[in-house]
């Protein structure tokens, strides 16, 4: 890869089941005595760096769950970005579709107080650069299902959502199937605006997306309220359903897997989770682990409910309903049970990536907490 290349020039290969598209960032990460409120302060007693980024958190927590993924970004040409590189070539996501630019690599410096709370500031521009070259487009006609998180660039969203859209309306005249749409609206508006998916884009993506994740900040902020974004993500799902039936004609086809489709899930840390599906509202608990760090929960999540609502039954399960087509109310529970188990266990690690579990360590959190409920 050179610099200036697009993520379309990257050499051919083989498509991942499982496209994510965010940034590979690295997390320079301050241990503070308190995280300081306006015009405070506070003391670092520890400073390093790990790796993160939405769209490449969710991918190696796929690729550590044993799913094929890959990772469409672009990183800068510098010692952050080589860095990032070296550190993907090293795990088993599929790099085929990340760029190098000339901009400064995209890093966050991350305050985590005793409690593993945190603030994050973003700096580098080198995603905000992203461009999707024709090979990635085209990589999503062969991937089962594509992510997207909010902080890709709005040009760069609104030609994923136009190429799956295009892929979907193929797929009604060939019987094909279209890979799953995830969108993570993982920002406040505020924090999004000038680097991030706009409003307007981000309403296409709440119509159109198969399943659409947001958090207990930046759902508020995007629909006002948390009772409004359920209200009107609701609505939504309602209307898509109705479309699906025919009473709606002219909103364009979708993919879909059964009646609880399309679905949401807004999650509220240690408050649990909302899940919205087919229009139908339902609340769930978070797991009580004793928290080190909160920082990456929400894309392990994420990637938990991708794993077993989207990508299917894994090759070493058995006797477990396949994750596409498992659409009843107990196959929206135990998804977001399992996701749940995943961002849990990814709390009680320091930093976002080394914590995430495999299918193992999942299963076995789950089994020993099915067995401490019984009791």
Same mark, same amino acid.
């Given at each position: 890869m050179t610099p200036e290349s697009d993520a379309g020039d990257a050499a051919e290969g083989g498509s991942p089941a499982i496209l994510s598209i965010g940034a590979a960032a690295i997390d320079e990460w301050y241990a503070v005595s308190n995280l300081p409120e306006p015009d405070g302060g506070a003391f670092a007693s520890?400073?390093?760096?790990?790796?993160?980024?939405?769209?490449?958190?969710?991918?190696?927590?796929?690729?550590?769950?044993?799913?094929?993924?890959? *990772?469409?970004?672009?990183?800068? =040409?510098?010692?952050?970005?080589?860095?990032? *590189?070296?550190?993907?070539?090293?795990?088993?996501?599929?790099?085929?579709?990340?760029?190098?630019?000339?901009?400064?690599?995209?890093?966050?410096?991350?305050?985590?107080?005793? =409690?593993g709370e945190r603030a994050i500031v973003t700096a580098g521009e080198s995603f905000r650069g992203l461009r999707l070259g024709d090979d990635a487009l085209a990589a999503m006609a062969d991937a089962d299902a594509v992510f997207l998180t909010a902080y890709a660039p709005d040009r760069?969203?609104?030609?994923? *959502?136009?190429?799956?859209?295009?892929?979907?309306?193929?797929?009604?005249?060939?019987?094909?199937?279209?890979?799953? *749409?995830?969108?993570?609206l993982s920002g406040s508006v505020e924090e999004l605006v000038g680097r991030g998916t706009e409003p307007a884009t981000i309403h296409r993506f709440l119509h159109r997306a198969d399943?659409?994740?947001?958090?207990?900040?930046a759902a508020p902020a995007f629909f006002g309220s948390a009772e409004a974004a359920v209200e009107r993500i609701a609505d939504a799902q309602r209307r898509a359903v109705a479309s699906d039936a025919g009473s709606d004609p002219g909103t364009g086809s979708r993919s879909r897997r059964g009646p609880t489709w399309p679905r949401a899930v807004l999650t509220h840390g240690a408050d649990g989770m909302t899940a919205v599906a087919g229009g139908d509202v339902s609340q769930f608990d978070a797991f009580d682990v004793e928290t080190v760090d909160t920082t990456g929960a929400g894309d392990a999540f994420t990637a938990g409910l991708i794993d077993r609502w989207i990508a299917g039954r894994p090759p070493e399960a058995s006797g477990?309903?396949?994750?596409?087509?498992?659409?009843?109310?107990?196959?929206?529970?135990?998804?977001?049970?399992?996701?749940?188990?995943?961002?849990?266990?990814?709390?009680?690690?320091?930093?976002t990536q080394?914590?995430?579990?495999?299918?193992?360590e999942v299963e076995s959190f789950l089994a020993e907490r099915s067995v401490t409920e019984r009791e």
């Open positions: 520890e400073v390093t760096s790990a790796f993160g980024g939405v769209g490449a958190n969710v991918a190696v927590a796929l690729d550590r769950l044993g799913r094929d993924a890959g *990772l469409v970004s672009r990183v800068g =040409d510098d010692e952050y970005g080589r860095r990032a *590189l070296t550190y993907l070539a090293e795990t088993g996501v599929d790099g085929t579709h990340v760029a190098v630019g000339d901009d400064p690599h995209t890093r966050s410096l991350i305050l985590r107080d005793p =409690d760069a969203a609104q030609r994923v *959502l136009d190429r799956v859209e295009s892929l979907r309306e193929g797929a009604t005249d060939s019987d094909g199937t279209p890979p799953a *749409l995830i969108f993570d399943l659409f994740v947001a958090d207990g900040v477990e309903p396949d994750g596409d087509h498992d659409a009843d109310r107990d196959g929206v529970a135990s998804g977001v049970r399992f996701a749940a188990a995943v961002a849990a266990i990814n709390c009680t690690s320091r930093f080394p914590g995430l579990p495999t299918r193992s």
